[in-house]
């Protein structure tokens, strides 16, 4: 098992930034992509970035590419997310993700966090 807690997150205007973080505790950390999924109101929860095992391989939904940075700490157990110029359509529960495959596919993971909102203002 593995729990994931998530912080950061919040209320920005368009152009700002934030960090989102996703802390790990149970199993082994460094044995586990991470990955960054979303979900705004009325829609279905979507990939957003993914990062593997060793941080050596990323990979990003086209609309992120540019902006979002997806970064590791083995070490702190925690995955990041540097979400930079963003936009109103960035709006949405942000979910921190493991799995056991390099994937994009939401149903590969196994472990989720709890979520945490994070809203952009035109």
């Known amino acids: 098992q593995v729990q994931l807690v998530q912080s950061g997150g919040g209320l920005v205007q368009a152009g700002g930034s934030l960090r989102l973080s996703c802390e790990a505790s149970?199993?082994?950390?460094?044995?586990?992509?991470m990955a960054w999924f979303r979900q705004a109101p009325g829609k279905e929860r979507e990939f957003v970035a993914t990062i593997s095992r060793n941080g050596g391989s990323t990979a990003y939904v086209d609309s992120v590419k540019g902006r979002f940075t997806i970064s590791r700490d083995n070490a702190k157990n925690t995955a990041y997310l540097q979400m930079n110029s963003l936009k109103p359509e960035d709006t949405a529960v942000y979910y921190c993700a493991a799995s056991a495959h390099f994937s994009s596919r939401r149903n590969d993971y196994n472990y989720w966090g709890q979520g945490t909102q994070v809203t952009v203002s035109s």
């Open positions: 149970g199993r082994t950390f460094s044995l586990y992509t």
